[in-house]
């Protein structure tokens, strides 16, 4: 079965470090894998996806993530925070099955970024 | 840009109650799935429609069901409804239900069942 990890509940960085959130995942085939964040009471906004190529993909607000696959790795990266950026993010992939990928996500547990100023 | 839209935004019942949740895809996106979150829990599948037809099915109780219209919005109908319904509803929707597309996602439906 598809899945991701995200190994932090919660990660703390200071406004202007640069931040790391991380996500593992297990797949069978080629992973299709996205990120997406959640402000308080509000839906989950896309940031970035990795479905095929270059192996650093940028996204929305700054965001990049490096997809690795000999790690089996996308780790979601900003090289300066906002103290905007506080927000819950998911990493999730694309689920799949025998007739190839499905259209549900599967998401990780979520890690919340605390970015203090 | 349009986003996608539920209503209503805040709904509460009473157990055993029934409730229809709404959404309303991005214009032109022929894709919806129904995600349930419950509190401090990751977005959980439930199901999806492809051009009105079921597409996918995840783990949506028997007690709910789910229909794509011609206008490509979608309802969520849950009956026999119970305390451990309580949660976030989203939509979200895709362009041709490829696997490729990013799925857009409505602001939720929070269902506080009493």
């Not at chain 1, 990660?11 to 640069?18: L, Q």
């Not at chain 1, 790690?71 to 506080?86: E, G, I």
């Not at chain 2, 309802?75 to 990013?102: K, R, T, V």
Request: with cysteine; net charge neutral.
């Amino acid at each position: 079965a598809q899945s991701v990890a995200q190994p932090e509940d919660q990660v703390n960085v200071a406004e202007g470090n640069p931040l790391t959130v991380k996500c593992t995942y297990s797949v069978s085939g080629n992973p299709y894998l996205f990120w997406y964040v959640q402000y308080p009471n509000r839906g989950l906004q896309f940031l970035l996806k990795y479905i095929t190529g270059d192996n650093l993909v940028k996204g929305s607000y700054g965001f990049e993530a490096e997809f690795n696959k000999s790690q089996t790795s996308f780790h979601l990266k900003k090289p300066s925070a906002l103290v905007s950026d506080s927000a819950l993010y998911f990493c999730a992939v694309r689920d799949m099955n025998y007739g190839g990928a499905t259209n549900k996500l599967i998401f990780g547990t979520g890690t919340l970024l605390a970015v203090q100023p | 840009a349009a986003g996608v839209i539920q209503s209503p935004r805040h709904l509460i019942k009473e157990k055993r109650e029934t409730a229809t949740l709404k959404c309303y895809p991005i214009p032109r996106h022929d894709t919806v799935y129904w995600y349930q979150q419950g509190p401090g829990q990751d977005p959980q599948f439930l199901i999806s429609f492809y051009e009105k037809m079921q597409s996918d099915k995840g783990s949506i109780p028997d007690r709910f069901s789910a229909q794509q219209f011609s206008d490509y919005h979608s309802e969520l109908n849950m009956s026999s409804l119970e305390l451990g319904d309580s949660a976030l509803y989203f939509c979200a929707s895709s362009l041709d239900g490829s696997s490729y597309n990013e799925q857009f996602f409505g602001p939720g439906t929070r269902l506080t069942v009493l």
